[in-house]
């Protein structure tokens, strides 16, 4: 293969078969009638490919050195991308905002999207100018030149690689627009989980939002994530919020549920991560541009920075003082520590908890939902996917019932410590209607104490793990599980090794019938479906129906 890229390297010539291709329509927008939104592919020959990557790299590697390219090119260069002219367009605007005579000039920005240009390309003409020979600008000033006495209208708003702005540059104003695109990557998402069958899977819905809405949550975040770095706005900010709403839909739990337990329990991480990530990787590669342009605006915005806190380097600066502690100055020439940075952000996260170490049971108790995650359903101090409940980590268990404890753990199971509250109900009133104890009906008390589940708790399979319990629901739903005993099976046949653990019990009284605020034996049931959903829908929560 390299003897026969090389013959012809050196004749200057390719097979002619390599110049067929095959045409393949890819769809691009939301109309798959309107033949316009299709694009042409065209999937030539795999050596062609490889012999055409290895000259691209060849002649981009002598433009590179010789510098023949313009500063003000960021496309299909090593080292830019198109994040960099966003940047340099948010600095241009907060710079003509905070100069002097800000009330006298005006900044005015030409968007000029030639749709379609590569299908409209006079082909015979592109060669003739390379077989002349110009100067590598004069072709799209001559393009240009056509469009001078055309009247462009003006817009309060423009869409710009993907990315909204406005005549302030308001990082909020591009990040909320962010929200739609996560929305109808939510429902491509719920539409793939219900062809696999797991759309009532808390887990496996959680790695297909991961797969799908977190790219949109990121997607130009370098330029206007740096508004949300700062301390007390990883749940606060309107990205994060729409992703905890469909966090909450996947744990099938209502919508007033602390984003903090829903994170925890899901085993996800907020978007300020991965943020401050692609900003300091921003930072960094930015130098490897090779742009002289782009390096004499980061020197202008870290000066602007000084005057003005709109700007990138000086909200990224405050965020990272608030962060790493003491003093820290941006510089033009600093390469930014990206894993200091990450471990201070994770230290700074898990004090998230500090606060709620109340006792639940308490009639004083502030932040009671809060309280009692802590201190009866919080496992361990890990973070991010692989720290799941271990309810969502069991494979062995049914969909419904891990869908049935994880609603069970955040509070959204229909105690009457959470439905009274809902309902002005003081604490000390909140009590059991199954049973005629007369105490407050909270998960405590419902796992180990309420005689509407006595029978299940004197079942030979979990008798031995309710009788060893010592008051501890936390350490009980989290003991590990380990056999029991064997018993023989009814008609004869081999002995089964029984095993058992707080998690299996406690799954066990909330699927088995004792439905809260039902008598036993009762049972509620499930909720049905809505007109044309075809999936169990979570009480107070929208039916699957209205996201896929």
Known sequence: MVSQ???????????????????????????????????????????????????????????????????????????????????ILRHLVHAQKASADAKHRKLFTAFIDFK???????????????????????????????????????????????????????????????????????RQACNRAREYGVLQDPYALCHLIRAFVLPLGL????????????????????????????????????SSVSGLMVLHELGQLPLQLYWLRVACKFWNTAKLSHSDLLVRVIKADVELGRRCQASWSAQFQLAARELMGGEFTLSPDMVLSTKAMEVKWLERWGRRWVGFEGDPRLPETVHRERCSYAAWFKHGDGIGINHMAPHLLNRQLSTEVRTSLTRFRLGNSGLGVETARLEGVTFIDRTCTRCTEGVVDDAMHFILKCTAASSIREQPEFAMTFQNNNEGLHDFMLSPCAPLKSRTPRGGGRPSSLTADGLSGVSHIITSGFSPGQPEGSGSGPRRPAPGCDTRCASAYPCTQDLA
């Not at 393009?143 to 003006?154: A, D, M, N, R």
Request: net charge positive; with cysteine.
């Open 5 to 87: 890229h090389d013959a012809h390297w050196e004749v200057a010539r390719i097979p002619a078969a390599w110049k067929v291709a095959r045409i393949s329509p890819l769809f691009k927008d939301t109309d798959p009638t309107d033949h316009n939104k299709y694009r042409m592919l065209a999937v030539s020959s795999v050596l062609y490919r490889l012999y055409a990557n290895v000259l691209r790299h060849v002649l981009t590697a002598w433009c590179m050195t010789h510098k023949v390219l313009p500063a003000e090119q960021f496309g299909f260069i090593p080292g830019r991308s198109t994040m960099q002219p966003m940047f």
């Open 116 to 186: 379609q240009a590569y299908d409209h390309i006079p082909r015979q003409q592109l060669w003739e100018h390379l077989r002349v020979g110009v100067k590598l600008p004069q072709p799209l000033l001559a393009c240009l030149e056509g469009y001078k006495h055309e009247i462009l209208p003006v817009v309060r708003e423009f869409k710009y690689l993907g990315m909204h702005f406005n005549p302030s540059a308001t990082p909020a104003f591009a990040a909320t627009h962010m929200r739609a695109g996560m929305f109808l990557a939510m």
């Open 219 to 254: 997607y130009g975040s370098q330029v206007w994530g740096t508004a949300f770095l700062g301390h007390g706005m990883q749940l606060s900010n309107p990205v994060q919020t729409r992703m905890l709403s469909f966090l909450r839909f996947a744990a099938r739990v209502r």
